[in-house]
C-alpha cells in the first residue's frame, strides 16, 4: 500500500521541542523529494522545510535555525526535528512527497497529518 504516516505530534510547551517523523511505504522512496507541510486553522498550507537537492535544504523564513529536516533512505523515514517551539508553530504538519520525474508515479502523496500544538 502506497502511503505516507506522519507521527510525533503532541501538545508542547513554548520553547519545547517535538520531532516528527514520516514512515514511507510502498514505493521507491529514493526516486521522492520529501518535504513537511504545515496548515493552521483559517490557514492556506505552507512549506516548512523540503529537499531541493543532494544535501540541499530548504526552509521557511518563519522556522530558519529552529527546525531541521532529515531523511533516512535505508528507512523510508523523513523526520522534522522541531526546537524552540512557539505559539504561531501550532497547525497539522503534512509529510509530502514528490517524484522526481514525470515518468513517477504517483507523482505526489501526502501523509493524513500530524496536530502539533504549542501552548501553556
Known amino acids: 500500500q502506497v502511503q505516507l504516516v506522519e507521527s510525533g505530534g503532541g501538545l508542547v510547551q513554548p520553547g519545547g521541542s517535538l520531532r516528527l517523523s514520516c514512515a514511507a511505504s510502498g514505493f521507491t522512496f529514493s526516486n521522492y523529494a520529501m518535504s513537511w507541510y504545515r496548515q493552521a486553522p483559517g490557514k492556506e498550507r505552507e512549506l516548512v522545510a523540503a529537499f531541493t537537492g543532494p544535501g540541499r535544504t530548504n526552509y521557511a523564513d518563519s522556522v530558519k535555525g529552529r527546525f531541521t529536516i532529515s531523511r533516512d533512505n535505508a528507512k523510508n523515514m523523513v523526520y522534522l526535528q522541531m526546537n524552540s517551539l512557539k505559539h504561531d508553530d501550532t497547525a497539522v504538519y503534512y509529510c509530502?512527497?514528490?517524484?522526481?520525474?514525470?515518468?513517477?508515479?504517483?507523482?505526489?502523496?501526502w501523509g493524513q497529518g500530524t496536530q502539533v500544538t504549542v501552548s501553556a
Open positions: 509530502n512527497a514528490e517524484g522526481l520525474a514525470p515518468e513517477v508515479q504517483p507523482s505526489t502523496l
